[in-house]
Every structure is written in structure tokens, then in C-alpha cells.
């Protein structure tokens, strides 16, 4: 996305109200930060302490970010529970307060408060099904499940018993699940019946049958009945949740486990057409997330917070689940979408709730913009303190419009940079310190050393100003540790582009103040309506359609999306192209990986643009997405430089 170079002089300093409630106004930031950066040892060694270990460490960080050895340790001989951390500690102070708040597909149906005494309690039981299930210590288990407060449950349980999760997006398709059930060897996948959204059905556990038939027989279900409809059910394979629970002992003594355990696996997609396991461990994440989301939201005791994010995601993990619940906070989890049944959707909780924290992604803005202001004027917002943004740039017309119809021109605005790799923010104003700028993230979190590089020398770039690829210099808490079974593709993914430093993947320039604006992707992943998607896997799945013989994707700009799915394909000889064809090919892909992946423009190619060695010329293929013949470059080293007048020409419009 183009930044609006205008707005750059736009700045919103916090307001002197919020500075004086703050838990960090901007000195204290300066000073904790340098802290942070001078002595990494003592600062995170202090701050470790914010949860409670069962052995405490002695060992703060050990990590190497050298190509062919990396290595990332934090608190290493530490041992503790995340789930006890989660739960178990608050009994004493807070057992009756609000854990979670469950708001329904449908408002007519009822909300839930959930004590943490109540999570407590349900949590000890889904881990004795578990336990019963045959489940042990680093086992791992898929959980395939609508928003509903069993999702929470599910990953709770298996921190407490040690297991590691790797939550599935319930719009997953079948195949991208049994890849994701094999990817990680799992012995448990947790579904439902189906899952509620905006009004309409999935059938996970339908979709559930069909991955296993590509798993291994020995795979237990687990299923939660959420709707009721009548499914398949194969005795012995599957248990009945429901029942287990009514019968299931309600106490549970937590595992104890190592800092560097692993806590959970989610699949997130890269360059290449595998989606990788990225692997998350237990200390470092749990202080990083609970930390980062007391400092960068201001969360005070008894707010309620409310991240619309799916726990499909790692913003649904650390900002739904695990950040709120280690600071004893009031955490709500929605099961709809912002549409439904109305574009007032999300006003109409923020209000029924009192919402003090909001926190969403700029594609949902920039839908309800559309929609008009009428739909948020509608509710009472007076409880909101603060909004925020995540997954993807947002653009300076939806910052503004969140600022002055949602914020009222009054509640600050964090936009936070991060990514599953990353566990928590990275970069992000702090509401009571830092000046916010529309589009941009702003500044590092404590301990977090970003620079810029210069994509060709891999140069770091001292000036202040600065534009190039978004590096980060050392270790932070909660940075993935490997990728599941595959620690050679981590270094190679993340260490090997640019020696000694992690690579983001994202481009970024650095203005004059310091302040960091995110640029995009550098590499072929795109990101639509916030989701990460690779681009080899929309190509793997087109080719493996029997008409496709090449395809190639991009993305291209995207009004509410950010950027929109764009595929070039070249179908089979005497293969006829059609508008019906065209829809086969959305299904087939929609059907492979999932809803998220449907190709929003398909032009037929006879050919593509390709070197002279064959390799698909991806710049050429971009610029004509973006309808910018302008800036083709040199065509000249391609094998056949006049398919590119054929691609112009024949360019589908986007509208
Ligand atoms: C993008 C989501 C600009 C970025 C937490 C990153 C952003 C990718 C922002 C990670 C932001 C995330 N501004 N771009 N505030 N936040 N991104 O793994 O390209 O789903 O690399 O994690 O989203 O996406 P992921």
C-alpha cells in the first residue's frame, strides 16, 4: 500500500487525561526502553517475574542468530504452567470476576460471563478428557472449532497438561486440516458439529471426516455440540464432549513444564506452497504476551477487552486468549462477523458490554466505512478508552475515519505491527507515550531492536531516515523458536537473506522522527483482509486442477481487502476458456485450501512472462495487476517479450 506522503505532518500526541492514568507516559518509556536495549539480561530478567514459575530461572537469554547454528533460549531452566498462570493464580483475587465474555452468532441468543472460577473449573475437566483421550506431555492436538468458549478451553487444557495445540482456522477446508493433523503428528483433533457465522452453517465435523481419511486411523475426535444438527459418528473414534464433561472430574494438578517446551504450533504461510509450523514455547511467550498486552492496550484492571480476531490466528492467541488471561484481565470472544445481522454488529457489543479496549483489523474498517457512520452513531461508545489495529497497513482515510466516528477524536489509536513468527507487537505506539501518525506503527516495544536494511547490500542503514527491509537486530521473549519438524527451513526462512539479523518479510522506511511505516510484503506473500496467504499455494492449488497447465499469483490493491487475490493462468491445450471455467477454478480453490483463498480476478495467459533460464517473471506480473504499465523495467532478458502486450491487453478489469 502507498503511503500518503501528507500525512506523515499529521501527528496525535496523547492527550494529557489518558498521559495521567497511563501505566507509561513518554520519560518512562525512554528510560525503560534504553533500559532495555543497554542491559537485555537485567531488564528481562526483572520482568520474567511477572508470572509465576515453579522453578524460578537463573538463565535470562541465550540465543544465536548465526546461520547454521541458530539457537533461542529465554529463561531455559525455568519451569512453570501457562494455563496455571492463565487461571489457577487469580482464584484468590478474582475467582468471581469475568474471564471471558462469550458473545453469540446471534444476538438474539444469549451472552455468557464466564468466572474464572467457571473457566477454572471447565478448563480441569476438558483436560481430564484429555488425559483420558490418551493425551500426555508434548503429544499435540488440532483444534478445529468455532469461536465458542470450548476453543479457550481446548487451548488452556492442553497448556495445563503440557500438550502442544495448533489451532486450526475453522474456514480451513478439509485438505489444509489433514495436512495440518499429519503436519504435526497430532492424536486428538477437538471439533464441533458446526459452526455459526453470520447466520450460516459450517459442517466442521463433516469437513473433520473427510481430513482423517487422509490421517492416520489412530486419530481420536473430540466433538463439542454447539448447534445440535444431527452428524456422522464413528464409535470408538469419536467422543462425545457433552457427555465426558458431565461426568469428568473438575480438578486437574498442572504439568509442570520447561520455559523452552513448546506451547503450540500454528501453520502460517510463507513463500513457498507448504504453510510452516511456527513454534512457540512457554515462558518467553506467556511474559511477552501478558506484557504487551497490559502496555500496549493500557489495560487496567477490571476493563473489558475485546479483540475481534479469531483464535484460528496467533492475534486470537495472544490477544484473546493468553495475553488477557495472564493479567487476570476481562477478555470477550465474539463468535460473529461485523456484519451480521447488520453493519452495527460491532457497536452494538461494544455497547451491550461497555468495551473499553477494541481492537480490530483496518479491512474490517475500511467494510463498515462503507457502510456509513449512521451504523456506529446508533450505540453508546462512551465506555471505550482505546482502539487498535492489526494485520495489515492501514490506510490514512480508515485511520481517520476510526479516530473521529468510532474514537470520537478522543481515544488513542495503536497500530500494531507484528507476526506469528513474532508471538506479540513488535512495533507500536504506547497509547500514553507516543504520538500516533495515521499508517504508521510507530516505534519498537521494550527489548526490541528494529533496523532497516538495504535489501541489495544487507547493509543496516544508520541514518534516521531510512527506507528498506524491515529487520530485527536480537531475541525478543516471545520469537518462534523453530519451525515444526523443519529447523533447517527456519534458519533458511528467516536467517539466511540477511546474516545475523531475524527478516521479517515486510518492506519499511524509517521517517525523520523515527518512527517506522510498514510498506508490505517483500516477498510472495499477500496479504487479504488481513489473512496471510502465499501465493505458491493459491499456484498449487490451480495446477493441480486438470484444465491448468500454469499459473502464476499476485496480489493486486484491493479497496476493503488491502490487496486482492490475482491469478494469471494458462490452461491446457484445446482446454476452452469461459466465464463458467473461471468459476470452477474459484470453487477448486476455495475447496483446497479454504473461502480465504478464492481468487478474486483470473485472466487467461496463453503465456507468461519468463527468463530466458524459464523463471516466471513476478515484478512484470505485479505491475500489470496494479495496472502500472508504467513501471515494467527491463522486458528485454525475457524469453518472449511481446506475451506481456497480450497480458496488458487482455487485463482484467477490477471493478
Ligand atoms: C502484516 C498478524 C502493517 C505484515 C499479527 C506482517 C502489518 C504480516 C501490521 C503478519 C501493521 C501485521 N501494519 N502491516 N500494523 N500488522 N502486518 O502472521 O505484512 O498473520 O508481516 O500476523 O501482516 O501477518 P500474521
Request: hydrophobic share 35%; proline share 5%.
Amino acid at each position: 500500500m502507498t503511503i500518503d506522503t501528507k500525512a506523515q505532518a499529521v501527528v496525535y500526541p496523547p492527550s494529557p487525561d489518558f498521559v495521567a492514568k497511563a501505566h507509561i507516559n513518554a520519560e518512562r518509556y525512554e528510560e525503560l526502553y534504553k533500559a532495555s536495549i543497554a542491559d537485555p539480561e537485567a531488564f528481562w530478567g526483572a520482568e520474567g517475574k511477572r508470572i509465576d514459575w515453579i522453578k524460578p530461572y537463573t538463565k535470562v537469554k541465550d540465543v544465536d542468530f548465526t546461520l547454521g547454528q541458530v539457537s533461542i533460549k529465554w529463561f531455559e531452566d525455568g519451569t512453570l504452567n501457562v494455563a496455571a498462570n492463565c487461571i489457577d493464580r487469580h482464584l484468590e483475587t478474582r475467582g468471581d470476576q469475568t474471564a471471558i465474555i462469550w458473545e453469540p452468532d446471534d444476538p438474539a441468543d444469549e451472552a455468557l460471563h464466564i468466572s474464572y472460577r467457571e473457566l477454572h473449573r471447565s478448563v480441569c475437566k476438558m483436560a481430564n478428557i484429555l488425559q483420558d483421550m490418551g493425551v500426555r506431555k508434548s503429544d499435540r492436538v488440532v483444534i478445529y472449532l468455532p469461536m465458542v468458549p470450548e476453543a479457550a478451553y481446548a487451548m488452556l487444557a492442553c497448556a495445563r497438561i503440557g500438550a502442544v495445540h495448533s489451532v486450526v482456522f475453522a474456514g480451513f477446508s478439509p485438505d489444509a486440516l489433514g495436512a495440518r493433523v499429519n503436519g504435526c503428528d497430532a492424536k486428538v483433533v477437538i471439533t464441533s458439529d458446526f459452526a455459526p457465522r453470520g447466520g450460516r452453517k459450517t459442517a466442521l465435523k463433516s469437513n473433520t471426516d473427510k481430513a482423517l481419511l487422509h490421517c492416520k486411523d489412530s486419530v481420536k475426535v473430540l466433538m463439542v455440540r454447539r448447534t445440535g444438527d444431527q452428524t456422522t459418528w464413528i464409535e470408538g473414534r469419536d467422543h462425545d464432549y457433552n457427555a465426558l464433561f458431565l461426568e469428568a472430574d473438575d480438578t486437574q494438578a498442572p504439568v509442570e513444564v520447561g520455559a523452552e517446551d513448546p506451547l503450540f504450533i500454528l501453520y502460517t504461510s510463507g513463500s513457498t506452497g507448504q504453510p510452516k509450523g511456527v513454534v512457540h514455547t512457554s515462558g518467553g511467550y506467556i511474559v511477552f504476551a501478558g506484557m504487551t498486552h497490559k502496555y500496549t492496550f493500557d489495560y487496567h484492571d477490571g476493563d473489558v477487552f475485546w479483540c475481534t480476531a479469531d483464535v484460528g490466528w496467533v492475534t486470537g492467541h495472544s490477544y484473546i486468549i493468553y495475553g488477557p488471561l495472564a493479567n487476570g484481565a476481562t477478555t470477550l470472544m465474539f463468535e460473529g462477523v461485523p456484519t451480521f445481522p447488520d453493519a452495527g454488529r460491532f457497536w452494538a457489543v461494544c455497547e451491550k458490554h461497555k468495551v473499553n479496549q477494541f481492537y480490530t483489523a483496518p479491512t474490517a474498517i475500511r467494510a463498515l466505512m462503507g457502510q456509513g457512520k449512521e451504523w456506529v452513531e446508533k450505540y453508546d461508545l462512551s465506555d471505550l478508552k482505546l482502539l487498535g489495529t492489526v494485520g495489515e497497513p492501514i490506510n490514512p482515510e480508515a485511520w481517520n475515519w476510526y479516530n473521529e466516528v468510532v474514537g470520537k477524536g478522543t481515544r488513542p489509536i495503536v497500530d500494531t505491527w507484528w507476526q506469528t513468527e513474532t508471538g506479540g507487537h513488535l512495533l507500536t505506539p504506547l497509547p500514553g507515550a507516543t504520538a500516533a501518525k495515521p499508517g504508521s506503527a510507530t516505534k519498537p516495544f521494550f527489548g526490541v531492536e528494529p533496523v532497516v536494511l538495504d535489501p541489495q547490500s544487507g547493509e543496516e542503514i544508520h541514518e534516521t531516515a531510512a527506507e528498506g527491509v524491515l529487520c530485527i537486530k536480537s531475541s525478543w521473549p516471545a520469537q518462534m523458536r523453530t519451525v515444526w519438524g523443519d529447523h533447517e527451513r527456519f534458519e533458511q526462512t528467516y536467517f539466511s537473506d540477511y546474516k545475523g539479523y531475524y527478516f521479517s518479510g515486510d518492506g519499511c522506511r524509517r521517517d525523520a522522527d523515527g518512527d517506522y511505516w510498514i510498506t508490505g510484503r517483500v516477498d510472495d506473500v499477500i496479504n487479504v483482509s488481513g489473512h496471510r496467504m502465499g501465493t505458491a499455494e493459491v499456484e498449487s492449488a490451480l495446477v493441480a486442477h486438470e484444465t491448468v497447465a500454469e499459473a502464476a499469483v499476485v496480489g493486486y490493491p484491493h479497496d476493503i481487502k488491502g490487496q486482492g487475490i490475482y491469478c494469471y493462468v494458462t490452461l491446457m491445450n484445446g482446454v476452452e476458456p469461459s466465464d463458467d471455467l473461471r468459476k470452477t477454478l474459484r470453487n477448486f480453490v476455495r475447496q483446497e485450501i479454504g473461502p480465504i483463498a478464492s481468487p478474486d480476478l483470473i485472466q487467461w495467459a496463453p503465456g507468461l512472462p519468463k527468463t530466458r533460464s524459464g523463471k516466471i517473471m513476478r515484478r512484470i506480473l505485479r505491475k500489470i495487476a496494479e495496472d502500472d504499465y508504467g513501471a515494467l523495467g527491463d522486458i528485454s532478458t525475457l524469453a518472449d517479450p511481446s506475451v506481456v502486450d497480450d497480458l496488458i491487453e487482455n487485463r482484467m478489469n477490477k471493478s
